[in-house]
């Protein structure tokens, strides 16, 4: 089955604790990328990967780092977590980019940091 | 600057009845795709529809439709028929051309079906 694969789904943690989201999709997909959801704001882009080691910022990458290794998984890392990283995490890959790219989202994380 | 506005935060719908969510967009591309998506409130994002700016004609996917009226600049969702698994939030999207990899998503409007 077509899919993409975030863990954890929930997740509590301690301000400036380290922890990492991961995400792999097994559809071969070259585009990847995070998005935070809040409430009020719909959802916003933390970052992209266009290929195997190509990433770059979205519109709020403050606070977050990822990588692009393999071309099914593309981590979130939070260094340092804060109280407003707060938030619904999503992952997303698409074929290719385009104006007809369906996006293909994960089961989103769910992080609170207290 | 690419945006994309939902000025509907809530709705109300009796069920079997139709419903239109309002979805209107800024953009200078020439080329670009609209999207909806539906989150119910486990969560997960569903995608529902689709429509090319330079389709012709209203994409339609089962119960949805999109009503894509260009020199408005507006992508309105419409469900005919709603059940009561309908309810939940709806966003709509638009993505970019080329060059990067983005959607920009709008805010969201939840919409709830009563039986």
């Known amino acids: 089955e077509a899919q993409v694969t975030q863990n954890p789904r929930y997740l509590i943690t301690v301000t400036g604790k380290k922890l990492t989201v991961t995400c792999s999709q097994n559809?071969?997909?070259?585009?990847m990328s995070w998005y935070r959801q809040d409430p009020g704001l719909g959802l916003r882009q933390i970052y992209y990967?266009?290929?195997?080691?190509?990433?770059d910022k979205g519109d709020v990458p403050e606070g977050y780092k990822v990588s692009r290794k393999e071309k099914r998984n593309f981590p979130l890392i939070l260094e340092s977590p804060s109280p407003n990283q707060t938030s619904l995490y999503f992952c997303?890959?698409?074929?290719?980019?385009?104006?007809?790219?369906?996006?293909?989202f994960g089961q989103g994380t769910r992080l609170t940091v207290v | 600057a690419q945006k994309i506005t939902q000025t509907q935060p809530g709705m109300f719908v009796q069920e079997k009845e139709a419903v239109t969510l309002d979805c209107t967009y800024d953009?200078?591309?020439?080329?670009?795709?609209l999207f909806w998506y539906k989150q119910p409130s486990s969560g997960e994002m569903i995608f529902l529809i689709y429509?090319?700016?330079?389709?012709?004609q209203n994409a339609t996917e089962g119960r949805y439709s999109l009503n894509f009226q260009k020199a408005r600049k507006s992508a309105n969702l419409v469900i005919s028929a709603s059940q009561l698994g309908d309810s939940a939030m709806y966003f709509c999207?638009?993505?970019?051309?080329?060059?990067?990899?983005?959607?920009?998503f709008g805010t969201g409007t939840r919409l709830k079906v009563l039986a």
């Open positions: 997303a890959s698409s074929s290719q980019t385009g104006a007809n790219t369906e996006a293909f």
């Open positions: 559809m071969n997909h070259e585009y």
């Open positions: 990967s266009m290929n195997v080691e190509v990433t």
């Open positions: 953009t200078s591309d020439q080329s670009y795709g």
């Open positions: 429509q090319g700016s330079y389709d012709e």
């Open positions: 999207a638009m993505s970019h051309t080329s060059g990067t990899y983005k959607y920009i």
